[in-house]
């Protein structure tokens, strides 16, 4: 079965109309949709989807339990090393996400770098994103490397800087370039 990666920015808690009605067709579509369980998008689609009745659903939490899980769907537990509250724990049920799934769809402030992180993985795995541009209120398609460059030319100099800072941004663009032309740097 089809599994859709949906997430965005813990920053945003109001989903957009545009953007619930891609999440009516994955539902309405009987895919499976792959959720977090953190605040913001991620509690936010979940509290959608337990309004539309949606049973496809799975979320995924780093450790053991998760923060959030508003109608007792399934889980799966991320195993994670990491320590407990740091980026790279609560990032690791977001990779295993990003592999899993088929496609993503992300709504993003134009600077979180957990949602970009998500868009990079996907796009390393060549799985395409719909990226929701919440305050523009246009869908970008991600699909290449270069399309993954456009949407990160998107973000203020500020964001940019912080998401070097935060993620290694232009080495994560350096690697997915890699990947895709086979060089597997």
Same mark, same amino acid.
């Given at each position: 079965?089809?599994?859709?990666?949906?997430?965005?920015?813990?920053? !945003?808690?109001?989903?957009?109309?545009?953007?619930?009605?891609?999440?009516?067709?994955?539902?309405?579509?009987?895919?499976?949709?792959?959720?977090?369980?953190?605040?913001?998008?991620?509690?936010?689609?979940? $509290?959608?989807?337990?309004?539309?009745?949606?049973?496809?659903?799975?979320?995924?939490?780093?450790?053991?339990?998760?923060?959030?899980?508003?109608?007792?769907?399934?889980?799966?537990?991320?195993?994670?090393?990491?320590?407990?509250?740091?980026?790279?724990?609560?990032?690791?049920?977001?990779? $295993?996400?990003?592999?899993?799934?088929?496609?993503?769809?992300?709504?993003?402030?134009?600077?979180?770098?957990?949602?970009?992180?998500?868009?990079?993985?996907? !796009?390393?795995?060549?799985?395409?994103?719909?990226?929701?541009?919440?305050?523009?209120?246009?869908?970008?398609?991600?699909?290449?490397?270069?399309?993954?460059? !456009?949407?990160?030319?998107?973000?203020?100099?500020?964001?940019?800087?912080?998401?070097?800072?935060?993620?290694?941004?232009?080495?994560?663009?350096?690697?997915?370039?890699?990947?895709?032309?086979?060089?597997?740097?």
């Amino acid at each position: 079965m089809t599994k859709v990666f949906i997430a965005g920015s813990i920053t !945003i808690k109001n989903l957009s109309e545009e953007f619930l009605i891609r999440i009516n067709n994955i539902v309405d579509k009987g895919l499976t949709v792959l959720v977090g369980d953190a605040g913001g998008v991620d509690l936010s689609v979940q $509290e959608y989807l337990k309004n539309l009745s949606a049973e496809n659903v799975i979320v995924y939490c780093s450790g053991y339990v998760p923060r959030n899980n508003v109608n007792s769907w399934p889980v799966v537990a991320v195993k994670v090393d990491a320590k407990e509250g740091t980026r790279a724990f609560f990032t690791a049920k977001d990779k $295993e996400m990003a592999a899993v799934a088929d496609f993503g769809l992300m709504v993003w402030d134009k600077k979180s770098t957990g949602t970009l992180s998500n868009v990079i993985e996907m !796009i390393k795995d060549r799985k395409m994103v719909a990226v929701y541009l919440n305050k523009d209120g246009v869908f970008f398609d991600v699909k290449t490397p270069d399309d993954l460059e !456009i949407l990160v030319s998107k973000m203020s100099d500020g964001a940019r800087e912080l998401a070097e800072k935060k993620i290694s941004l232009s080495s994560k663009l350096n690697s997915v370039r890699s990947v895709q032309l086979g060089l597997g740097l």
